[in-house]
């Protein structure tokens, strides 16, 4: 569905198809961010509890900043890393605490899931320069359609009468929200303020769940989540605040 609404998108503005080196740097986000990273970290979630992907959350932005650091032109300080480590380890200290219960073999498949996403969020943000943060995304899912198209097929339920308005409501929401619009603003915000910088606002996203989890679900936030969230918001403030320079 996400690859349908991206190519009338792209139909509809008239983008321009993009060059040969354009083509295989969005290979490479497709590969990480509509392929890698959902097919990893779903099949982690049939053997480990959803607060043990917080250590996906946890890592990912430092893994994000490293390989923006190593394809693109940012030198971060020692600060700056200094204060990234250490959110990322406030945030997997908070998963492990809240009951992940410790390494698990589907904590292989979060690696991988770590690791495609923050090389398709690095590319993608690069590319995001050159032919703008929406375009990237849309032509990514078209260029994986053909291939996530078989797949679909094969695993698609037999029918959908059976399944209740809330399936499909969170279908519509993770194809075009989650994999499409989301990609917008996440993109065009790397390539605006420097991927090493913005990525540390991930370090938030735990937390951000769980504040919606007691607002629509009625979970009780406890004392022990307040203060890890004030410790991590004061990471990614300090973060922001660390020197970024250019490449010579």
Known sequence: MAAL?????????RQKIPNINQIYQLSVV???????FPVFSSWAM???PA?????????????????????????????????SVLGSCLVILYALIQGTGGIHMADIALLGAILSAAIGYAFGARLSKDIGGWQVICWALVLSFPFI??????YAPETLSGMP???????????????????????????????????QAQLLQPFITLFVS???????????????????????????????????
């Not at 991206?6 to 503005?13: D, I, R, S």
């Open 5 to 13: 609404v991206a190519a009338m998108l792209l139909l509809w503005f």
């Open 30 to 36: 497709a590969l990480g961010v509509v392929v890698g």
């Open 46 to 48: 049939q053997y480990v």
């Open 51 to 83: 607060s043990h992907g917080g250590v996906v959350l946890g890592i990912l932005p430092l893994a994000t900043a490293v390989v923006g650091v190593l394809i693109g032109n940012e030198r971060p300080s020692y600060s700056f890393w200094l204060v």
């Open 149 to 154: 198209l078989i797949p679909a097929i094969i």
């Open 165 to 199: 308005v809330e399936g499909y409501a969170s279908f519509l929401y993770l194809a075009l929200v989650s994999q499409l619009f989301g990609f917008f603003v996440w993109y065009k915000g790397l390539a605006m303020g420097g991927i090493a910088r913005v990525s």
């Open 214 to 248: 007691a607002l629509f679900l009625g979970e009780v936030i406890d004392i022990e989540t307040m203060v890890f969230v004030f410790l991590v918001v004061s990471s990614v403030w300090l973060g922001k605040r660390m020197p970024i320079r250019e490449k010579a």
